[in-house]
């Protein structure tokens, strides 16, 4: 099956769990800014010297260097047939960008996941995550600030995405297994089937 799709949904939603197991389901790799960057990074490309120059200053990582990175990994051979991003687009003029991309090529969206999880929920799954996995800076304020980052510039491109008809919410709240079916249910509804 051929898909191209963005995953949305707060810190704590469970997007890296249920994005591994719809990209085993659907055959297409899910892709992660964070591990863009960290590949870029490691492997001393172009794009990872220039990242790495702001990363190590503290600074955000420009637009025009991330969306580089974004068009370099969705170029790749194993995107050839779809992907799911995550963690990309993080702004409006990332969606555009992304728009742009796939227009070049001939290619659109095909679907826009939320993960939707009520903020105290996120917040008491993260404390258990960070002391589980000794994550010292994830604290209660660190967390509920993530949150709010994260309702500030990212919620709003669920609104652009649903006003071109892209949007599915499916609640990442209960059993995992549950949470895949729902989605996967969710995403065949919407004409992307595994």
Do not use: W
Request: charged share 25%; net charge negative.
């Amino acid at each position: 099956m051929s898909a191209r799709m963005v995953l949305l949904g707060p810190p704590g939603a469970g997007k890296g769990t249920q994005a591994a197991r719809i990209s085993e389901r659907l055959g297409i790799p899910a892709i992660s800014t964070g591990d863009i960057f960290r590949a870029n990074v490691a492997g001393a490309t172009e794009l990872g010297l220039k990242a790495k120059e702001y990363m190590d200053k503290g600074e955000y990582v420009p637009d025009s260097v991330t969306n580089a990175m974004v068009a370099d990994r969705i170029d790749a051979d194993d995107a050839v047939s779809g992907f799911l991003l995550d963690g990309y687009p993080r702004t409006e003029a990332q969606v555009h960008e992304l728009d742009s991309m796939l227009a070049a090529k001939g290619l659109a969206l095909d679907v826009v996941l939320e993960i939707t999880a009520a903020s105290e929920v996120v917040v008491q799954r993260l404390l258990k995550r960070a002391t589980e996995q000794n994550r010292a800076d994830d604290t209660e304020p660190v967390i509920r600030r993530r949150l709010e980052v994260y309702a500030e510039q990212t919620e709003p491109l669920a609104a652009i995405y649903s006003d071109k008809g892209l949007l599915v919410r499916v609640d990442g709240i209960g059993d995992i297994d549950e949470v895949t079916e729902r989605i996967m249910t969710a995403l065949a509804s919407a004409g992307v089937k595994a």
